[in-house]
């Protein structure tokens, strides 16, 4: 079992910016797949980015503005969120794969508005 915590989010106007943070329960070192998912009002959830081995895919809404990055001594994954529009309002969830079973963050609330 692991529990993610997640971090980091709330309201930022347009522009802006915000890192979230994800902490596990336990050590990430061995943790190959991870990523970040998000879901609007009323839309289905959606891949933002997802970092499997050395490579990370970004969706193409958020590519050259959102970075993943982890650090495994925090067993923390982070996603820094650039020029944030207000179409990225969103609940933001984590997201990690151990052993074969993925786990999921509680979610955090971005609110891109001026």
């Known amino acids: 079992q692991v529990q993610l915590v997640e971090s980091g989010g709330g309201l930022v106007q347009p522009g802006g910016s915000l890192r979230l943070s994800c902490t596990a329960s336990?050590?990430?070192?061995?943790?190959?797949?991870l990523g970040w998912y998000r879901q609007a009002p009323g839309k289905e959830r959606e891949l933002v980015a997802v970092?499997?081995?050395?490579?990370?895919n970004y969706a193409d809404s958020v590519q050259g503005r959102f970075t993943v990055s982890r650090d495994n001594g925090r067993s923390t994954m982070y996603l820094q969120m650039n020029s944030l529009k207000p179409e990225d309002t969103a609940v933001y969830y984590c997201?990690?794969?151990?052993?074969?079973?993925?786990?999921w963050g509680q979610g955090t609330q971005v609110t891109v508005s001026s």
């Open positions: 997201m990690m794969v151990l052993l074969d079973t993925p786990y």
């Open positions: 336990r050590s990430i070192f061995v943790v190959n797949n």
């Open positions: 970092r499997s081995g050395g490579t990370t």
